[in-house]
């Protein structure tokens, strides 16, 4: 199965800041919407974040309006997620995935069910 895989997660204190990055090698991201999710320990996986095919659309959750940013580049087929001013309940492992239909209306739903080709994540901790 195609996937996708994220970086750029790591330790970092309060306030601070975190770029993830969401790639893939084996096909191409261009005609994709993609979303971040996280999933905290003992608790479900919710999206964080989404943006459209060309970028001209993107969606956030209330818990980081303000301080994420979602962005990509289809040159390097790569969608990123600009993390500031982390607060400890940040703390998550980040997953990005491929929305599975074209109508970004549908994608808004965050459900694990219109999205595939998930990543294996990656872990951000924020704490002292």
């Known amino acids: 199965q195609l996937q996708l895989v994220e970086s750029g997660g790591g330790l970092v204190q309060p306030g601070g800041s975190l770029r993830l990055s969401c790639r893939a090698s084996?096909?191409?991201?261009?005609?994709?919407?993609i979303a971040w999710f996280r999933q905290a320990p003992g608790k479900e996986r919710v999206g964080v974040s989404l943006?459209?095919?060309?970028?001209?659309?993107?969606y956030y959750a209330d818990s980081v309006t303000g301080r994420f940013t979602i962005s990509r580049d289809n040159g390097r087929n790569t969608v990123y997620l600009q993390m500031n001013n982390l607060k400890p309940e940040d703390s998550a492992i980040y997953y990005c995935a491929a929305c599975r239909t074209v109508l970004y209306r549908t994608c808004l739903n965050l459900g694990d069910a219109e999205y595939g080709s998930w990543g294996q994540g990656t872990q951000v901790t924020v704490g002292s």
């Open positions: 943006i459209s095919s060309r970028g001209g659309e993107t």
């Open positions: 084996e096909f191409t991201l261009d005609y994709s919407h």
